[in-house]
């Protein structure tokens, strides 16, 4: 088993940065790809940023690109979010997610959320207009 716990969530006004942290317990994340994904009210759950097991790849909404930064931490098992330039329409909960290396294959895998087996329960993120 493998226990998530997000943090770093705020209000933040438009335009300014948040870093979101992802803690785990239980077993070492080493050898799990790990992804975050945000739900606003009223709508689905969506797909955020990804990151491969070793940290060598990296994959991104094209809602987000060139304004957020997913990273990880094997040793400290934690995995992070810089979100920069942020803009009310990134208003959600963010929850972070890890499946079995094994389950991922190609670029769009890491967008299907069935693949990952494990979910934190989230952190609130508010962005002032």
């Known amino acids: 088993q493998v226990q998530l716990v997000e943090s770093g969530g705020g209000l933040v006004q438009a335009g300014g940065s948040l870093r979101l942290s992802c803690a785990a317990s239980g077993r070492t994340i080493s050898t799990y790809a790990m992804g975050w994904f945000r739900q606003a009210p009223g709508k689905d759950r969506e797909f955020v940023a990804a990151i491969n097991w070793i940290g060598t790849s990296t994959y991104y909404a094209d809602s987000v690109k060139g304004r957020f930064t997913i990273s990880r931490d094997n040793p400290k098992s934690t995995l992070y979010l810089q979100m920069n330039s942020l803009k009310p329409e990134d208003t959600a909960v963010y929850s972070c997610?890890?499946?079995?290396?094994?389950?991922?294959?190609?670029?769009?895998?890491?967008?299907?959320?069935?693949?990952?087996?494990?979910w934190g329960q989230g952190t609130q993120v508010t962005v002032s207009s």
């Open positions: 997610a890890a499946g079995r290396s094994a389950s991922f294959s190609g670029t769009y895998s890491y967008r299907n959320m069935a693949l990952y087996d494990y």
